[in-house]
């Protein structure tokens, strides 16, 4: 079994900056891509960035240039730093791990205030 707990969370201002982390324990031989997803309230689950094991990153539109993923594979754990926070940043953050089938956190909400 593989656990992924999530941190980092919280209310910022708008253009304020946050950091994501994503730990990912338990039954881990390798982990293969990992990234984010967001949801916000009324709206679909919409992927934010991915990285793979390489380190190739992608990001959605709406966040490349401001957001930036990456992973210390020696932790087993996934960063999103996120900068220049708008409010429609505002949603609650998943984190996955593809490990030997896709593992999901819990959830950390962000909340950005105009």
């Known amino acids: 079994q593989v656990q992924l707990v999530e941190s980092g969370g919280g209310l910022v201002q708008a253009g304020g900056s946050l950091t994501l982390s994503c730990a990912a324990s338990?039954?881990?031989?390798?982990?293969?891509?990992m990234g984010w997803y967001r949801q916000a309230p009324g709206k679909q689950r919409e992927l934010v960035a991915t990285?793979?094991?390489?380190?190739?990153?992608t990001y959605a539109d709406s966040v490349r240039g401001r957001f930036t993923i990456s992973r210390d594979n020696a932790k087993n754990t996934v960063y999103l730093q996120m900068n220049s926070l708008k409010p429609e940043d505002t949603a609650v953050y998943y984190c996955?791990?593809?490990?030997?089938?896709?593992?999901w956190g819990q959830g950390t909400q962000v909340t950005v205030s105009s």
């Open positions: 996955y791990s593809d490990v030997y089938r896709r593992y």
């Open positions: 338990g039954s881990i031989f390798r982990i293969n891509d």
């Open positions: 990285i793979l094991s390489g380190g190739y990153t």
